[in-house]
């Protein structure tokens, strides 16, 4: 039997530069165990809950993570609702899901980019962000922010995007979409990216669901789980299909991403078409006194936001369950059995977002 | 409105046979999170199957010790040891044990009785009589 040897991966790794950490426990080239580390820059932002009102904690929420951020508001902003048995405007159902998609679309964009220039093919690095800031700057014409859009608030939104704009989008978006098919051929149809991800970082269906995994990680394993199907904010309304792909590989995540992205899409051209003229925002009296488990499906799967509150302005309670998480265990199981310079390409196409984690 | 949740409170002795009976029946674990009560701690697992909600709470004393349901769910190893590290609660037999360093904070156990105050609940208005 070969020795055993600890390689080290991360905290700071040229691959993802966010800081987690794996003990990589190898037999020659073959890891046989990973065992993680995280909250190297733990925020604690989950106390924060008791120092600021519910209604000026939606800022908070914001900033849990720069890809995901509207997502986070409009999750918490969702538990304040329910709780508080908010009646949000269909119209601002509208606008969330229009901005929950674009974010999906280019958090994607970025994990494409990220995942390219693991693969050592920078030219298809630069063109993924360049793509990426087409949306970039539809959340700057309609929010005002590129990143941290802040545009999410308890009872609806902040900012209306009227029809003329909602045309410009959706052509925007047709462009968009023209450019992404070309670099999507390249993902899909490469040889050396087929070569380093077919057959890699395998999960089975059933390792899947038994450890927990959730959004692409999950639906490139055959499992067809996305929360969109609960029907939250506009998505009752619209043609939600979860992308699913069955070989459990990391070629497997990368072809549920892009595919995620086209059809995310055609659901902003959706929402765009069946959005109702009305009031996009609604006044909050009172506090919320209960408790509930958000769940909506975030560009890395499944995130909780748990509120409780008891009648005060300020909360008892805000748990954030980020999909990265829940999917640590598969990424364990995953680095099993794979070869060390398989590792970087794996971890990549869990998409762990630090940020979220560290919340 | 949203998807309807169901909070099931249980005692401590009962948690393991429940999840074990919702292991069984298919369900997954969605996530174990714990809230920080006036004097002691509630402790919420979730589970899901279908798109069903469903979730356990048991409710523990400060020092009192919990089961680890890492023998079931091989995935909750994560969530006991950040209840552990962020409220003190000990969690027995976990599967995958940090002993207290998965997470790193300058404050040891931030969330336990001893360090959050909870906020109080506003005073009711007294209503004058006729």
Known sequence: MARKT???????????????????????????????????????????????????????????????????????????????????????????????????????????????????????FMQSMRLREMVLDIFEATTGGRVILGVCKVGGVRRDIDSDALKGIVNRLAALKVNLEEISAVFINDYSIQHRLIGVGYISKEDAYALGCVGPMARASGLVMDMRSLGYAAYKYLDVEPMVESAGDC????????????????????????????????????????????????????????????????????????????????????????????????????????????? | MGEPQEIVPLGKNELMGVVARLYAEGYRLVQIGCNTLLAGYELNYSFDKDYRFKNLRITIAPGEEVPSISAIYQNSFLYENEIHDLFGIVVTNISVDYSGTLYRTSIKTPFSVDNVKLP??????????P
């Open chain 2, 120 to 129: 109080e609940a506003p005073k009711q208005k007294k209503t004058e009589g």
């Open chain 1, 251 to 359: 070629y497997a995540r990368c072809l549920v991403r892009i595919r995620e992205i086209f059809h995310s899409i055609d659901l902003v051209r959706q929402a765009a078409e069946k959005i109702p003229e009305g009031p996009f925002d609604l006044k909050v009296k009172g506090a919320p006194d209960g408790e509930y488990f958000s769940r909506i499906e975030q560009p890395r799967g499944e995130v909780i936001h748990y509120v409780k509150g008891n009648g005060s302005r300020f909360l008892q309670r805000f748990r954030v369950r980020v999909p990265t998480f829940s999917n640590i265990p598969a990424m364990i199981k995953a680095l099993k059995g794979s070869g060390i310079a398989d590792v970087p390409n794996i971890i990549l196409t869990l998409d762990p977002c630090i940020s979220c984690t560290e919340r």
């Open chain 1, 6 to 124: 600890i390689i080290p991966f991360g905290p700071q790794h040229p691959v993802l530069p966010e800081p987690i950490h794996f003990d990589l426990v190898m037999e020659d080239e073959t890891v046989v165990d990973a065992i993680p580390s995280i909250s190297y820059v733990h925020r604690g932002l989950e106390r924060l809950i008791e120092k600021r009102d519910f209604v000026d904690f939606v800022h908070i929420a914001d900033r849990i993570c720069g890809l995901c951020s509207f997502m986070h508001s409009m999750g918490y902003c969702q538990a304040i609702e329910e709780i508080m048995g908010i009646e949000v405007p269909e119209r601002a159902l509208y606008l969330r899901t229009i901005w929950a998609e674009l974010s999906r679309v280019h958090s994607h964009i970025f994990w494409l980019g990220a995942a390219a220039d693991a693969f050592g093919f920078e030219s298809l």
